[in-house]
């Protein structure tokens, strides 16, 4: 599933080909990713910004002078959205279907596609640009640019103090953009346990993990994503941080640090990978009792 830096990356990658770009053509085949109706209000508008939101992207639409729609994406699990050749085929599982055409008739092809079909791709109309659509109001703060400070991560933990570490980062509402792989990523990079309640973090612990999680999330960034499966960016390119990855699907694997042999469980439904010797249990034991 793509993360902030999957995310991210697509963004960067599509804003230089398609902001400043009209769409000429929109067509969607498959209702439940895009509605016809919102489909075919995306043709005469203008591409003015693309932004990210954990893990939306939202594509700023302007009609005439001014911004008049976003359209929101949610990849979930399988999305992707590409540029496509006009003269190569239609890859399978493509629902939507954009051209758009610069100032200078330049077409461009942007496609969605997506094979387990949960992605959705929907409209929101424009207030104020400054204000993201409230499907947004519910998203924790960001992690990057800025990075997240410590006083804002100590006060959303503050929030859910009997979820496990693992739990809190997975969780939206907490911080934006984080899924499985780069909460395994963080906890690692921060040496804690991710079985450690929120509430029972000391002020250094909240330290480690406020620097770990914009690190971590910037050198993902920096490396264009991770690719396991399915993940590419705009240009159907993959990442490289599936080559930096220390824990996510490395379990029975030596630690790259330690070479204690990585653990596995399961926490807040999800496979989550660890290190004893490097994220130890003991620290939690000691907070608890003092
Ligand atoms: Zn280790």
């Known amino acids: 599933m793509p993360e902030l830096p999957e995310v991210e990356t697509i963004r960067k990658t599509l804003w230089p080909a398609v902001t400043g770009r009209t769409i000429l053509q929109a067509e969607a085949s498959a209702n439940e990713v895009m509605s016809v109706e919102d489909c075919e209000q995306l043709i005469g508008k203008t591409v003015t910004d693309i932004r990210r939101r954990g893990k939306y992207l939202l594509f700023l639409l302007q009609e005439g002078n001014r911004p008049s729609l976003w359209l929101l994406v949610h990849l979930r699990m399988t999305g992707r959205l590409l540029i496509h050749r006009f003269e190569d ?17 330049q077409r461009t092809l942007l496609i969605f596609q997506d094979t387990r079909r949960f992605g959705r791709m929907w409209l929101r109309r424009v207030s104020d640009s400054s204000q993201l ?9 960001e992690p990057v640019d800025p990075p997240l400070a410590k006083e804002t991560l100590k006060k959303q933990l503050k929030k859910h ?10 969780n939206q509402s907490v911080i934006a953009g984080i899924g499985n792989i780069y909460a395994d990523e963080i906890l690692y ?27 971590v999330l910037q050198q993902a960034i920096a490396e264009c994503g991770t690719t396991l499966r399915n993940y590419v960016d705009g240009w159907s390119r993959e990442g490289r941080f599936q080559n930096c990855l220390n824990v996510y699907g490395r379990a029975g694997l030596p630690c790259r640090h330690c070479g204690q042999t990585l653990l596995k469980t399961r926490l807040a439904g999800r496979t989550t990978t660890w290190c004893p010797s490097c994220q130890p249990r003991h620290s939690e034991a000691r907070q608890t009792d003092s």
């Open 89 to 105: 085929p239609l890859p399978k599982h493509t629902h939507v279907r954009l051209v758009l055409q610069s100032v200078d008739l």
């Open 133 to 141: 659509p409230t499907d947004m109001d519910k998203l924790g703060p």
């Open 161 to 170: 103090p009997a979820l496990t570490l693992k739990a809190a980062l997975l």
């Open 189 to 215: 990079a921060a040496g804690l346990p991710p079985q450690q309640r929120a509430g029972t973090l000391g002020d250094n612990q909240i330290s480690q993990l406020a620097t770990a999680i914009p690190q």
